[in-house]
């Protein structure tokens, strides 16, 4: 499962039109299987997309970090997610600190409901011994979310048949501010993390009424082993073990994944769900494996990454035909930087 939308129905709001094809009614008949408040996109790659995932990580860098990430999810189905994330954050060594902004647009179904957000991030890092941290952040985000009314079809057409609707002329867009925190423990062995997001509970409804944003909560963490490594920073094999628990409301996502990293290539397989907890009778949270493989380009500070998810709901991989994610993360520091100080970084790069 991936989101959590308004539902909107006659007493609602609107209906849909009969003559849909079978691969949109799926995607209608999914939507409508969530009735919660939240519009919370993920990524299979979020160690990939640091600031959004945890605002701790912002600055955990050597220098400057950029990074861009794309997410498809379920291209088989017309016009259900697609995902774009832009960030850059900088580690302020001098002040034990770290800034950031990051951008992120989601857009998802045939009228467009879509979700613009623009923040700030910091993070204060404080040692605990040579080789642990611990480390807090805030965020503080501008968001815009919307809906492209005038593609639906309201009651008030269905009686009189009419090609425009007084309810469709009524609602508009969403503006609010949303807030949210974060810690992570960071040592050279193993990392845990936790973040919450929607501090401040914004109203999010775009018919006018009030609809708080329910508080997300994630942890996150796992446990690296070196097989080899050149001098004390420079790593050239190992293996990790990790995990993300999100929550809101009355649902929650367990993804539990393993790499292998044999410089300069790294492979991932991940789990998404947690098969025996059932939100209703016939429906098992067991939502995808998914695939995924990254690459160093030498020299260059620069990673690759590339996800594949199979699904394993009851949507079934014939008519998702799957998600696919791309990210790119580009780090530049001066000579001076580089070698002045190692940046404590455990966790998973993708």
Known sequence: MKYKFDILTSTGIFSFTQGLKKQFCIFISLIAAMQVLAQDPQ??????????????????????????NYRNQWPGIRKTYQTSMAAYDYNLSNVNSGIGIFAMQDVAGTAGLKHSQAGLNYAYRFTVRKVSEIRAGISVSYNMKSLGFSKLTFNDQLVTGSSTSLDGTTYGQRSFVDIGAGVLFNSTKYWIGGAVKHLNRPNVSLIGGQEPLPMFIGLHGG????????????????????????????????????????????FGFWYRGIPFKNYAPGYVNNESFALLIGFEVPKRNLRIGYSYDMTLSQLGINNTTGSHEVSLIYEYAQRKKRKAKHVLVTCPKF
Do not use: C
């Not at 997309?49 to 860098?61: D, H, I």
């Not at 009355?250 to 790499?259: E, L, M």
């Open 43 to 68: 990524m299979t790659q979020f160690y990939a997309a640091p600031q959004y995932l945890n605002p701790a990580f912002t600055g955990l860098t050597t220098e400057h970090r950029f990074v861009a």
């Open 223 to 266: 446990y690296r082993y070196i097989i080899e490594q050149k001098g004390k920073t420079a790593l050239k094999r190992f293996v990790s073990v990790a995990f993300n628990y999100k929550h809101e409301l009355k649902n929650d996502q367990f993804d539990v994944g393993f790499y292998y990293f044999h410089a300069p290539v790294n």
